[in-house]
């Protein structure tokens, strides 16, 4: 009985359309007139002739390896810190969590589109501390996906809060006793901190993975929707709207989702298998 | 009823206008077009007049930018829950009308629907197959948009009609020369712009796309048209291409506006948004010649056009609203030309006395294109949008030195041919 809004919900907002996006991608459909039934057409052009598809699979590819480490390091470090007892420390977790809660908004992506545009506040920055002329970074094939990157990494927030919990659960005995034998800081990171946080970064790697793998608005605001400069920021989504809503070609962008699909849950896969040979459960 | 949308760059806020209580009214059309604040400003505004004469009507309107606007309405399309009068461009009306996603207007002609006072050959420019699919708002033509400021300071001619590209060349090497601000040049990068790409086609002889869709011009012309555009950068005339791509395509992010270059192009009814967003006087002129006796470059299109949904079932109200939107003398003054020159005879005499500076400039500009203006080029084919991101792409490619002319002009034909010939 409670349950009936959540179903509701799951049958009319989430298994209707997957199902049906899953029938779409064997068809060919306009929008503007009826789904015609092409078969494995998409899938088989998708996989031997369409350069875009590997182009955006290189984006999204060297993005995700990039930013899903970067952005747990980071997330941890912060952790660490605000882990030694500071003062005001829910304010310092409130302030580091924001990006988290605005990094997604359209807002974000304006506002990084600014700071690295041509006489943005970098190159400002630049030109009066070291005299440098810089290029400007989103729209210089060369550097647009790693100001993404950069904005992926700081938004380093959810990870981090969960990170901070899973410290909290280290019993500080086991800190005081390595003390006690002499063990330095670095040496108690890596003996102690970080082997009883393996599960917890297990967890936010596999969630932060799937996330990098859908990215989409920060691409679509700063490349102004194109995937440009010359398809540097082509990221997969991105290229999936394009497919959808710019050519009108429903069924092909409803089969890039489902291969999109297939490739997010191997890598989940292989994160698991691989898992027992570096995830430590306490027990 | 009396609530409008105003759905602008993903941000939404909510305007009230005051309109008639809403018990009175017994139907409501949807009205969805896209456009900048200006044109909405203008558009909600004719349209309370319609609603103050027409009391038993509601008009409600949406507007959102370029790139959102086919997306949505695609979406809208497809769902059957698409507004009653769909702003439709010259690009897209063969694909709407061909699938059938937009009503022919013939049979409102002459009742609900008055084209009486358009010169016949507009009111073709909106016919699909012989029928009439869409009214036109206004006429345009590709322009120049030039800061008229520098080119006084610095004492030098503005372009005209007699201008080649060499002559445009040297103007533009001696305004980034002058050194007005760090970072000014000249002109902006025009190579990724389809529309200076179609008139230097057509000077040579050539188009975008033959009657039945296909490719017009070979490799050899997007070479030779990459390398013109290669030479200005180099010689500094334009900007280098991290600079253009700052440009998104639309009036706020042009480099006109943003006063990085002092001749940017455009559409000619775009001046008014350009004067608006721009503090010195912006002028007017044509595309450059490539020989003094090459013509035909330009020609006069429907800026935009309404078309009217095939599923409303307000069909008639709505034609009667295209109808006052394009006719009424009131309407016309608070249009002005934004949308383009008025198709109407009627309402461009009467404009005539009231036009502004903005107005005037534009109406003489279209009207004395002279032997520059050669014939409306057919609509083109479905999907000549996805061309046009491809050879937007190319040309960047080879603005940032990955690609050499000719490789680039190669691969785009290539690319450009596959998809005119893509079935999936």
């Known amino acids: 009985m409670f349950l009936t809004p959540w179903l509701i919900g799951l049958f009319c907002f989430t298994l209707g359309p997957i199902v049906y996006s899953f029938y779409l991608s064997f068809t060919r459909f306009d929008l503007l007139t009826a789904p015609d ?247 | 009823m009396n609530r409008r949308q105003f759905l602008a760059g993903g941000s939404a806020t909510l305007a009230l206008a005051a309109a008639g209580p809403a018990f009175a009214q017994q139907q409501r059309l949807r009205m969805i077009f896209w456009g900048s604040q200006t044109r909405a400003e203008r558009t909600y505004a004719a349209a309370d007049l319609f609603m103050k004469a027409n009391p038993g009507t509601g008009v409600e309107g949406e507007f959102l930018g370029w790139n959102d606007y086919w997306a949505k309405l695609a979406t809208q399309t497809a769902g059957g829950n698409a507004p009653d009068i769909i702003q439709m461009d010259y690009r897209y009306i063969v694909e709407y009308a061909s699938r059938g996603a937009i009503a022919p207007l013939d049979d409102f002609v002459g009742t609900a629907l008055n084209v ?28 120049m948009m030039v800061n008229r400021a520098v080119f006084e300071k610095l004492k030098l001619p503005l372009p005209d009609a007699s201008t080649t590209w060499d002559d445009f060349s040297q103007l533009a090497v001696e305004i980034t020369n002058a050194g007005i601000r760090r970072g000014f040049y000249g002109a902006a990068d025009g190579s990724k712009n389809e529309q200076i790409f179609e008139n230097y086609l057509r000077q040579r002889g050539k188009a975008l796309y033959t009657a039945d869709g296909q490719l017009a011009f070979d490799a050899s012309d997007v070479a030779e048209w990459f390398d013109m555009w290669a030479k200005l950068r180099e010689a500094g005339a334009i900007p280098p291409a991290d600079i253009q791509e700052l440009d998104q395509q639309n009036i706020d992010t042009s480099l006109l506006t943003q006063n990085k270059v002092a001749v940017a192009y455009a559409n000619s009814n775009e001046l008014v948004g350009y004067q608006k967003l721009n503090k010195e006087p912006v002028a007017l002129a044509n595309f450059p010649r490539l020989t003094a006796e090459s013509k035909g470059g330009h020609y006069r299109k429907p800026a935009m056009l309404f078309s009217v949904f095939a599923k409303s079932p307000n069909q008639k109200a709505a034609a009667e609203f295209i109808s006052y939107f394009v006719n009424d003398l009131e309407a016309a003054k608070v249009l002005g030309t934004e949308r383009g020159i008025p198709e109407s005879s009627k309402v461009r005499d009467a404009l005539s006395g009231t036009l502004d500076e903005v107005g005037k400039t534009m109406l003489s500009y279209v009207s004395g294109l002279g032997d520059l203006a050669a014939k409306l080029p057919p609509s083109p084919p479905n999907a000549a949008g996805e061309v046009l991101i491809a050879f937007q792409r190319t040309a960047s490619g080879v603005a940032f030195g990955s690609q050499s002319s000719s490789d680039a002009a190669q691969a785009f034909v290539t690319e450009a041919d596959a998809i005119l010939k893509r079935k999936t």
Not at chain 1, 99 to 120: K, M, N, Q, Y
Not at chain 1, 232 to 249: D, G, H, I, K, V
């Open chain 2, 116 to 143: 009486a006072d358009f010169d016949p050959l507009q009111v073709d420019s909106g016919k699909v197959g012989g029928k009439l699919y869409g009214i036109s708002l206004g006429a345009n033509s590709v322009a």
């Open chain 1, 37 to 283: 039934w092409v078969g494995l057409e998409n899938y088989r052009r998708i996989l031997t002739e369409d350069p875009k598809f590997l182009a955006s699979m290189r984006v999204t590819f060297l993005y995700v390896l990039f930013s899903v480490p970067l952005k747990l390091a980071f997330a941890l470090a912060v952790a660490m810190l605000l882990n030694k007892g500071i003062k005001g420390l829910t304010l310092y977790r409130a302030i580091f969590y924001l990006p988290s809660l605005l990094g997604a908004s359209v807002a974000i992506a304006t506002l990084w589109r600014t700071i690295f545009s041509a006489d943005g506040l970098i190159n400002q920055l630049l030109w009066s501390f070291f005299g440098i002329n810089g290029p400007s970074w989103i729209t210089n094939p060369k550097y647009a996906l790693w100001t993404l990157v950069v904005l992926g990494v700081w938004q380093f927030g959810s990870p981090m809060i969960i990170f901070l919990a899973g410290l909290r659960q280290i019993p500080q005995d086991m800190y005081e006793a390595a003390s006690l034998d002499g063990a330095s800081g670095w040496r108690q990171f890596w003996k102690i901190t970080l082997p009883l946080l393996t599960p917890i970064v297990f967890f936010n790697m596999i969630i932060q993975t799937i996330e990098a793998f859908k990215s989409f608005t920060p691409a679509f605001i700063i490349s102004g929707g194109l995937g440009g400069p010359v398809n540097s920021t082509l990221f997969y989504a991105l290229y999936l709207y394009q497919e959808a809503f710019s050519f009108f070609r429903m069924g092909y962008a409803s089969a890039l989702a489902w291969v999109l699909l297939v490739i997010i849950s191997l890598f989940t896969a292989i994160s698991f298998l691989t898992s027992r040979y570096w995830v430590h459960y306490d027990d």
